[in-house]
């Protein structure tokens, strides 16, 4: 109950200062939407192809998983302001776990990926994406569930490296071969062999199988549980690495 009452402080705090921007929620969803209205038209003529009957229902559920994942690697950066601002100094000393002081963190950014993932789904069936709904907050929750994991991690760095020239290309070097070998954008199949037994190694590509599953009403198809036993597995490293960090504080 103590971890629980304390997040919750940690959390109602964060919150009070993203309210005072709100800009965030538009600026976070804005680059998948560009994705979503840009690219996803392009996927029309090789949906057969690919073997897809809605280039929407295929690609929105891989944005979804980009947002969820991408966004939450950089809120790292957050911290690394309240550090400089003694922010997380002051925090360490009250009698707050050090648990609660990520999980309230973790707490904030869920909440800011959901409210923008919701907005990313909404304009996928404004665009003429068909699954249904049950499926795609399923999807959404599973994306949630990565979020935290990558949110997790990307504090633990900024703790690590306190330094953003440091953390921005070493998040950049971390993203660019996910996005491209995670199947978020295309579809694996159409690589060679090589890089689809590439792919198959890289494990937010089995969560991006699991999120397009879940939305094209397949819930029990065996990628899905594969999925989100690799979220999980994610979450709860990206959890013992972010506490543990948060613990060092005090050394």
């Not at 304390?6 to 939407?33: E, S």
């Not at 979804?64 to 966004?71: D, N, R, S, T």
């Not at 665009?127 to 709904?133: E, L, R, S, T, W």
């Not at 993203?175 to 295309?186: A, D, F």
Request: charged content about 15%; some cysteine; glycine content about 12%.
């Amino acid at each position: 109950m103590t971890l629980l009452r304390d997040a919750t402080v940690v959390l109602r705090r964060q919150v009070r200062l993203n309210l005072r921007n709100p800009a965030w929620v538009l600026l976070g969803v804005a680059q998948p939407i560009l994705y979503l209205v840009l690219f996803a038209p392009l996927l029309g003529p090789i949906a057969d192809q690919i073997g897809v009957e809605n280039a929407y229902t295929f690609f929105v559920p891989g944005l979804v998983v980009q947002m969820g994942l991408f966004g939450a690697l950089y809120v790292g950066f957050n911290l690394l302001a309240e550090w400089r601002e003694g922010v997380v100094e002051a925090e360490r000393v009250t009698p707050a776990s050090r648990g609660a002081l990520l999980l309230g963190r973790l707490g904030r950014d869920v909440l800011q990926l959901g409210i923008q993932c919701l907005i990313l789904v909404g304009a996928g069936y404004v665009m003429g994406m068909d699954a249904p709904v049950a499926g795609a907050l399923a999807g959404v929750g599973i994306a949630l569930l990565l979020g935290a994991a990558g949110s997790a991690l990307s504090n633990a760095v900024a703790l690590r490296t306190r330094s953003e020239e440091v953390m921005a290309p070493l998040v950049n070097v971390v993203t660019m071969p996910v996005l491209l070998l995670s199947g978020i954008l295309l579809p694996m199949t159409l690589g060679p062999g090589w890089l689809r037994t590439v792919s198959d190694v890289m494990p937010v590509r089995h969560v991006v199988d699991a999120v397009r599953d879940v939305f094209s009403g397949t819930p029990s198809a065996p990628t899905v549980g594969l999925g989100v036993g690799v979220t999980c597995a994610m979450l709860v490293a990206g959890l013992t690495v972010g506490v543990l960090a948060f613990r060092r504080e005090d050394a």
